[in-house]
């Protein structure tokens, strides 16, 4: 995720200011603080979304007095220059995004969880489906090179840690439990 490069970036500017003579009010220390705080909050549990809008609150928050302030500071330049920086981040976090939402398997019910393996000439199609009849989950071979593993969230978790063991086991990093 993008925020942790939107908060270095904000940070930096913040250096920035501070070396121009500004001094920065306690509040933007608190935010820019908090926010880094709730990035971690983030990284364990993404379940509770009023962590997500704390931390695009108190972003927010800081960018706005960066951009504020900096502009006066620091010159025009400065602050188009800090804007293409913070562009960038978004345009990387909102690609992100695309490329990682879900996707949608017909057929599939809402109950299941599910996980994708791209067959390799390592772990085979055949191999790969073995692992998830012995473990009791279905399986469909898709026509993108990838096989669609589904069932209950635990066994999919026991399929993850026995696919994972073969991996190691065949690049010769320890043997098959």
Known sequence: ??????????????????????SIPPNIIRDLRSAKTMMEIIKADRSRPEHISRLEECLGSVESYVLSTAESRLGSSYVNALLRKLHEVERI????????QAGFHPGLP??????RIHVSDEIPVETIRNIADEIGLESRI?????VLIFGEEEKIKSFIKRMA?????????????
């Open 165 to 177: 063991e073969i991996s190691r086991a065949i690049r010769g990093s320890s043997p098959v439990a």
């Open 142 to 146: 898709q026509e993108d090179g990838y």
């Open 110 to 115: 809402r109950e299941k969880k599910w996980i």
């Open 93 to 100: 976090r909102v690609q992100a995004e695309i490329e990682t």
């Open 1 to 22: 995720m993008s925020w942790d490069t939107r908060w270095r970036v904000l940070a930096d500017a913040i250096i920035d200011l501070r070396r121009s003579g500004e």
